[in-house]
């Protein structure tokens, strides 16, 4: 059974797909751009477009009833593998212990020229 997860406080989908879909107690949230929702736009800034992915991130887990403790894996793309520290240091006043596993690539480009995208598995199993 599958359920699409779906809200206004996070950017619609920009193309064929769904914010994020709910199946088996995993929430598979698709790549997340930082696009401010309300006006569908990046923001500026490394530092700026790093925080409003989780922003985003954490208001498609809060539609499914779940937060950060639940990400059980992120995959992080990149525009420049450089700001890799940046990235380290915003989850590390975002996320406690357990971490969720995590890969990191740098690609060539990503949607609307963003610096940065993240797709995101969480867990709402009991544990």
Do not use: H
């Not at 006006?39 to 779940?66: P, T, W």
């Amino acid at each position: 059974m599958k359920k699409i997860i779906s809200t206004n406080n996070a950017p619609s989908a920009i193309g064929t797909y769904s914010q994020a879909i709910l199946a088996n107690d995993f929430l598979y949230i698709s790549g997340q751009i930082p696009l401010d929702p309300e006006k569908m736009e990046l923001v500026e800034g490394i530092d700026n477009q790093i925080r409003m992915v989780f922003k985003n991130i954490k208001e498609i887990l809060k539609e499914a009833n779940m937060s950060y403790s639940n990400i059980i894996k992120l995959t992080i793309l990149l525009d420049n593998l450089e700001n890799f520290e940046k990235v380290n240091e915003i989850m590390g006043q975002l996320f406690d212990k357990p971490y969720p596993a995590r890969a990191a690539y740098e690609v060539t480009k990503l949607p609307k020229n963003s610096s940065i995208e993240i797709e995101t598995i969480a867990y709402q199993g009991s544990e």
